[in-house]
């Protein structure tokens, strides 16, 4: 947990944390192939999350990773990890996968899809999308019904959760049992005053300037919602959410702003601040993210028994 009470001053603990490893904190800036290769990588953070089986998959050329564990699944839920839509992997954030489905309950589908600046925009959109509807489809496999399946995502993660839940409503379904948003990125080229703020903790404003032109290639994609979900020009109808935010992120701004739209087009909403957390605190596996993992798996169990 936090111990501080003002969203907006880095927590000491975190703060005592990355004076002491440096590294964690060391800024992705360049599309260097070797720090790509690296950032990419199959290898994960130590976890003591326990579960039941983990096997791994391709679905229709995409690799997936699938986590069960003991109990019977409360449901589905396809996870996209985060990294800028240009780094990241399914091993990387299998700290994640691992407690999404431990706290939920759930099968957690971890999905590897494609990167930029090899793949832009919409590729691993695309991937996302394929990865749930085959999900959807074959949800009775996995023992639940096909109204339980919700997706997740952190950071890029979150953007892609975001997108796909308002290309399928656009497309007319199939309807999702909800959307988990950790620190989603919703904004495009607009820069909120946390930007300024926290600029070179975790992530600095290069950087997402230099992932967005390899997750762009060259266009302008502010006024696609399906790259910038704050340009949808409604968020009616969406199904419902919980949105995860740090107090000391970049990003914590367009992800308020994101949840105040849905809220105020009728979605039903549940958001959460965790003061002092930098970006990543969830995949660092920080004191904080126990607290954000039991409201998140808290929120799914509930949202999944709802849904018919």
């Known amino acids: 947990m936090s111990a501080t009470d003002d969203e907006g001053v880095l927590d000491p603990w975190v703060k005592e944390y990355f004076e ?21 990588g199959d290898f994960s953070m130590p976890s003591d999350v326990v579960i039941a089986s ?16 003991e109990e019977p699944p409360t449901g589905l839920v396809v996870y996209f990890h985060g990294g800028g839509m240009v780094i990241g992997s399914i091993g990387i954030m299998d700290n994640v996968a691992r407690q999404l489905c431990k706290a939920s309950g759930a099968v ?22 394929t990865v749930t509807r085959w999900a959807i489809a074959n949800a009775a496999t996995f023992g639940v019904a096909e109204s339980k399946v919700a997706i997740a995502g952190e950071s890029a993660g979150g953007n892609l959760s975001a997108a796909l839940a308002l290309r399928l409503r656009d497309t007319g379904g199939p309807a999702l049992a909800g959307q988990v948003l950790i620190y989603p ?3 495009g080229s607009e820069r909120h005053s946390s930007c300024d703020a926290f600029d070179g903790l975790v992530i600095s404003l290069k950087a997402m300037d230099v992932f967005d032109g390899a997750y762009n290639a060259g266009r302008d994609l502010d006024a696609d919602p399906y790259a910038v979900p704050l340009a949808a020009e409604h968020l009616r109808d969406l199904p419902p959410a919980i949105v995860v935010l740090g107090g ?48 998140i ?4 169990r509930a949202k999944l028994a709802d849904a018919d």
């Not at 590294?23 to 990419?40: T, Y």
């Not at 983990?54 to 564990?69: E, H, L, Q």
């Not at 367009?254 to 909403?269: F, H, K, N, P, T």
């Open 20 to 40: 002491a490893n440096p590294e964690r904190n060391a800024v992705f800036e360049s599309l260097d192939p070797e720090i790509l290769e690296l950032a990419r």
């Open 54 to 69: 983990i096997d791994d998959a391709v679905v229709d050329g995409i690799p997936v990773r699938i986590y069960r564990d």
């Open 108 to 129: 957690v589908i971890s999905v590897g899809y494609r990167l930029a600046p090899e793949n832009p925009f919409p590729a691993g959109l695309d991937d996302c999308e």
């Open 185 to 187: 990125r919703t904004a």
């Open 248 to 295: 000391c992120d970049m990003l914590r701004d367009e992800g308020r702003a994101y949840a105040a739209r849905m809220r105020d087009d009728g979605v039903d909403v549940e958001e959460i601040c965790y003061p002092g957390q930098p970006h990543g605190f969830v995949n660092f596996d920080f004191p904080a993210a126990a607290l954000a993992h039991e409201a």
């Open 297 to 300: 798996g808290r929120w799914l």
